[in-house]
């Protein structure tokens, strides 16, 4: 907003256009930077699959209890739908800012033209590299084409993430329609109107089948497996790695969940994009206690082999632990489920 306010004087006005370009850039800097460090190029499949199309933002989302799987969407980031409250509440909002547009001061309309171009920005982005009304129709190129020219942009992968800025820019141009209204209320019929719009929401999420809401209680510590006890109480300044390795993204999740709780270096991780190391490990691991996985953790530190025998098959399990009884490594641990080794000699 400092960009767009002329309220000042010309000197007054260019300090501000100073800062204002400081913090836009400082902010552009730390957000893109990461990517210019990763540099992966991602596959067009994959940056349409986690991409919005126009269907995706006119229609309900995929998944409603009541229907059941209605139209099949690849991945939860493209479940853009609202719930019905807060899309009514959401489009008469604009709509009576729109009814009331002309009549703002000439300060305001700029700031409206700046929210404007933000909205269109960001819906663009999240349509991808190419703009399809649904999944599988034609395509045609989107403006993010060009942009996957510039240096870190063609590590993006989930695209659809900037529909996140688009209901922002839609939320505040509803709050504006809805703000002169609400001035001109009671304070206690003020209180009246919000409290129904919040129950109302409230009941549509929780009460109705209409709109799902996934709430799971995430684990505590006392949830977590007793393996995890072990390594929290055990704490030194050790790396470890759990195995399998890369054999199900959820499972890697599990293990970075549980080192918020023990805090302990690993190698495993969960995110959009696989370090050179962890593709590495996915292709040696396997082979553990092999001499090629003894010698790719020797090379990377690591003291702590934790192992979770119902996530491997019994031929798997079975060649480990008689290859590991022929080994000089210290078995730490042990219950029926999982096993701490240590591989440090």
């Not at 703000?179 to 409230?202: C, D, H, N, Q, T």
Request: aromatic letters at 14%; proline letters at 7%; a neutral charge.
């Amino acid at each position: 907003w400092m960009l767009l306010d002329s309220s000042h004087r010309t000197r007054k006005r260019l300090l501000h256009v100073g800062v204002a370009t400081c913090v836009i850039l400082a902010a552009v800097a730390f957000l893109y930077a990461p990517y210019l460090m990763v540099d992966v190029e991602r596959p067009l499949k994959e940056m349409m699959q986690y991409s919005m199309t126009i269907r995706d933002y006119v229609l309900i989302s995929p998944w409603m209890i009541e229907w059941g799987l209605a139209m099949p969407s690849p991945t939860t980031e493209r479940y853009f739908f609202l719930g019905f409250v807060p899309f009514l509440a959401l489009a008469s909002g604009v709509v009576l800012f729109i009814k009331r547009f002309s009549s703002l001061p000439r300060a305001a309309k700029r700031e409206t033209f700046a929210l404007g171009v933000f909205l269109v920005s960001a819906f663009l982005l999240s349509l991808g590299p190419r703009i399809q009304i649904t999944d599988g129709a034609p395509t045609i190129a989107g403006p993010y084409s060009i942009l996957s020219f510039l240096p870190g942009f063609h590590s993006l992968r989930s695209l659809a993430r900037s529909s996140i800025f688009v209901v922002f820019a839609l939320v505040t141009f509803a709050s504006m329609g809805w703000a002169p209204m609400f001035e001109r209320m009671r304070s206690m019929k003020r209180w009246v109107v919000s409290g129904f719009l919040a129950g109302a929401v409230i009941f549509e999420l929780v009460l109705t089948p209409f709109v799902p809401v996934w709430v799971e209680r995430a684990p505590r510590f006392a949830d977590l497996p007793p393996v995890y006890t072990w390594i929290r109480e055990h704490h030194e300044s050790f790396t470890m790695i759990e195995l399998p390795i890369g054999k199900n993204v959820l499972i890697e999740g599990r293990y970075t969940y549980a080192s918020a709780f023990h805090g302990m270096k690993m190698v495993n991780g969960y995110s959009g994009h696989f370090p050179d190391t962890f593709q590495d490990a996915m292709k040696i691991m396997p082979g553990f206690p092999n001499d090629a996985s003894i010698e790719f953790l020797r090379a990377l530190n690591v003291d702590l082999v934790v192992l979770h025998k119902d996530l491997f098959s019994p031929e798997e399990w079975e060649r480990i632990t008689r290859e590991l009884s022929a080994t000089p490594f210290l078995l730490l641990y042990s219950d029926d489920h999982d096993r701490i080794v240590d591989v440090r000699l």
